[in-house]
């Protein structure tokens, strides 16, 4: 597994390098995730790669297993005294291998979709490593862990037309990888750069 590690690495180390220079206003834009900013967004990526499996489930547990309240607590630990010690913050662990359970590729998808929660409001460009995408969606379209993709995109046929992946029977869902893996994972803006008959009913689906 150390070529997923090796790309979850590379994909924070560009995300540093993308967000050094914001503005304060930029810091405070709202991200993907309801409710975040992207600097909550990237504390919230800080705090995943110091929890250790038996870290996650104290934290987990004293949280009362109720995971707004628990992600909360663990973005107020990690955002630190202003945006700089925030992006400080993360970049120090861009290399860590340190995560709550799961499976090496929920943590690739994590650098990816999260990265993307906060490339996308603020304009930002990045060209993600397409095996590295499709990869994610692999793992995605069979989980229901925490997102919910495997039930969002039930009854739907996806096809990605800039690379050679396509899954699941039903009405058509089509576009760009990443904005289909984002949709997948339940992000609504992203949306906009698909079509297909089933559209509708994944948007629905999607926050």
């Known amino acids: 597994m150390s070529d997923l590690w090796d790309a979850v690495a590379a994909e924070r180390g560009a995300l540093a390098a993308d967000l050094a220079g914001l503005s304060e206003e930029q810091w405070r834009t709202p991200s993907l995730c309801q409710g975040w900013s992207v600097r ?18 104290g934290s987990f547990a004293s949280s009362g297993f109720n995971f707004e309240r628990f992600a909360n607590k663990n973005i107020r630990k990690r955002l630190g005294a202003d945006p700089e010690a925030t992006l400080a913050g993360f970049a120090e662990v861009q290399h860590s291998r340190t995560a709550p359970p799961g499976p090496t590729a929920s943590w690739l998808g994590e650098a990816i979709v999260h990265a993307e929660d906060i490339r996308r409001p603020l304009g930002l460009q990045h060209t993600y490593d397409p ?10 379209k069979g989980s229901n862990t925490l997102i919910g993709t495997k039930n969002r995109i039930a009854g739907l046929s996806l096809r990605a037309t800039d690379t050679d992946w396509s899954h699941g029977e039903g009405a058509e869902v089509s576009g760009p990888m990443l904005p289909l893996l984002m949709a997948m994972t339940g992000r609504r803006s992203p949306c906009g750069d698909l079509s297909g008959p089933g559209l509708e009913t994944l948007r629905k689906r999607t926050r």
């Open 40 to 57: 909550d967004v990237l504390a919230h990526m800080t705090a995943t790669a110091h929890l250790s499996p038996a870290g996650f489930l």
């Open 131 to 140: 095996e590295s995408v499709r990869r994610v969606a692999d793992f995605y």
